[in-house]
């Protein structure tokens, strides 16, 4: 995938930061949870039908297939799993730990993906150091600054968030790291 089709797609990754969001201003927990897992249900229905069904699958390439990964050609998209690691997220979370992660997800995510791709010239993993260092500032300033948080607890979830989005994995970073964050920051409220 080109730099641009990359930008179009962080594009969207950011946009997605319109959910935690509106959770954080004007949507309750179970508005946010129909409207993540109706998103949810259509995405993953929407995935089924464009690895199984001829046309769909064309329809898809036409119009999907600059911002699409080609690893993401027989499985799951991050845009399919960014609305299921959302849904879950408010599903199991209280809500200041649930727009944190999701906003880590929104903005630390694509922020390093569009730094380590442009400027990323030492390698991590399968990512860069530099694009792990965007992840982790901006996962950091997101502790720093948001409300309603254990500072403790947010800066320890910026830092495994961090850690989870660099170390080579099967299962989908849009999952792993909202989830590893909010698990995280939960523990501390735990002990705290």
Do not use: C
Request: charged share 15%; no cysteine.
């Amino acid at each position: 995938m080109n730099y641009r089709s990359e930008i179009y797609r962080k594009i969207i990754h950011f946009g997605s930061a319109v959910f935690p969001i509106s959770y954080y201003y004007a949507l309750s927990r179970n508005q946010m949870l129909w409207f993540l897992g109706g998103l949810s249900v259509l995405f993953l229905l929407g995935e089924l039908l464009r690895m199984n069904v001829g046309p769909f699958k064309r329809l898809y390439k036409l119009f999907f297939s600059a911002i699409v990964r080609e690893s993401e050609d027989h499985t799951i998209t991050g845009a399919t799993t960014v609305f299921v690691a959302g849904f879950l997220t408010v599903l199991i979370f209280e809500k200041s730990v649930a727009i944190f992660s999701l906003l880590i997800l929104s903005l630390a995510d694509a922020s390093a993906a569009l730094i380590g791709r442009k400027w990323g010239n030492h390698p991590l993993f399968e990512k860069t150091v530099e694009g792990t260092v965007t992840f982790l500032i901006v996962a950091l300033a997101l502790a720093f600054f948001l409300p309603n948080l254990p500072r403790a607890g947010a800066v320890a979830a910026a830092g495994i968030a961090t850690i989870a989005e660099v170390l080579p994995s099967p299962i989908n970073d849009n999952l792993i790291v909202p989830l590893s964050a909010a698990i995280t920051i939960s523990f501390f409220h735990l002990i705290a």
